[in-house]
């Protein structure tokens, strides 16, 4: 038979385990570059549609009258065993981007948020975010000119951030550095799980 | 005299709104869909089938599991369309969708089995 759908017992792939990890920071801050560097595909593109009052269109009801308007979306993917898949989402860090990350950060092991430290207010909003809504998060201080302006510590100040966030350097261009951003923040990620537990 | 085509440019929008997609429905049914959930075909596509054009396509990608979010990409559907697609296509028992696992704080072994497999990369 031409159709008649899939035999159940001929498709046995097994459906594997999908984790997310955000990667989120200001406009230019590298973030597709980072995902790029360590995906084993080339970045993908999505969109959401949203209305004109930036809600996310899960519903579309009403959107004959709205206009709408669409906010895209990076994302890469790392198969770490057959049955274990991450997934990176390089996502718009400006505050009016939030509702997004909502269904975004759901569920999500954590997110890096990457930071130019010439324009280091940039990442302001989404340490706002990843903070008020306890996700496990690091700083990624992208240095991919070369040159460090400023000491690590002084960035830490700089970010108010507690001295448990993790803050590295990372050059985003480069998949072993990129792939150390993505380690540090999944050992993070435990340590905060432990320190929930004991607590 | 005015050249017709002119009004198809980028600023005039989409030519196709998303609800012309999803047969009028407005939101996906059942609980919240996922962007890493996985959607599966439960059968092929075949010309009994009253499906879509996006439905078949949906149903033609999926005889091993696949993210929304990939079909998203590959398919060239926004998310919020997407997710009405396969809730429907799943109401009528074409597909099957596979709840991602929330390894966010909840399942340690994961988190482990995450850090090992990023360091040997």
């Given at each position: 038979m031409a159709?008649?759908?899939y035999d159940q017992g001929s498709a046995t792939a097994v459906t594997p385990v999908t984790v997310k990890i955000l990667v989120a920071g200001g406009f230019g801050a590298g973030k597709t570059?980072?995902?790029?560097?360590?995906?084993?595909i080339r970045p993908l593109r999505t969109e959401e549609?949203?209305?004109?009052?930036?809600?996310?269109v899960d519903s579309l009801y009403g959107v004959e009258?709205?206009?709408t308007t669409t906010v895209a979306m990076d994302f890469g993917r790392i198969t770490i065993r057959d049955d274990l898949v991450v997934y990176l989402f390089g996502t718009p860090g400006q505050r009016r981007f939030w509702f997004m990350?909502?269904?975004l950060s759901y569920g999500a092991l954590g997110a890096v948020v990457l930071a130019d430290e010439r324009r280091l207010a940039d990442c302001f909003p989404s340490i706002d975010y990843f903070e008020r809504n306890k996700i496990p998060f690091i700083v990624a201080v992208n240095s991919f000119d070369g040159t460090q302006h400023h000491s690590l510590e002084t960035i830490t100040q700089a970010l108010s951030l507690s001295g448990r966030v993790p803050v590295i350097r990372c050059d985003a261009r480069h998949r072993a550095s990129s792939r150390d951003v993505l380690v540090t923040l999944a050992e993070?990620?435990?340590?905060?799980?432990?320190?929930?537990?004991?607590? | 005299m005015q050249h017709e085509d002119e009004w198809f440019d980028?600023?005039?929008?989409p030519v196709v709104r998303p609800y012309a997609l999803t047969g009028g429905l407005t939101r996906p049914s059942g609980e919240r869909l996922d962007l890493i959930d996985m959607v599966r075909a439960v059968r092929a596509a075949g010309r009994s089938l009253p499906l879509s054009p996006e439905q078949a396509d949906v149903l033609e990608r999926c005889p091993i599991p696949v993210t929304l979010v990939e079909l998203s990409a590959d398919l060239n559907l926004p998310i919020g369309v997407?997710?009405?697609l396969v809730s429907d296509m799943r109401d009528r028992g074409l597909v099957t969708i596979h709840r991602s696992k929330s390894a966010g704080l909840s399942d340690l072994k994961i988190l482990q089995e995450v850090v090992d497999g990023l360091r040997r990369l």
């Open positions: 159709y008649g759908g570059t980072l995902v790029g560097s360590v995906s084993e549609t949203l209305s004109e009052r930036s809600e996310l009258q709205k206009s990350w909502d269904d993070h990620a435990i340590a905060r799980h432990h320190h929930a537990q004991f607590a | 980028g600023d005039a929008g997407l997710k009405i």
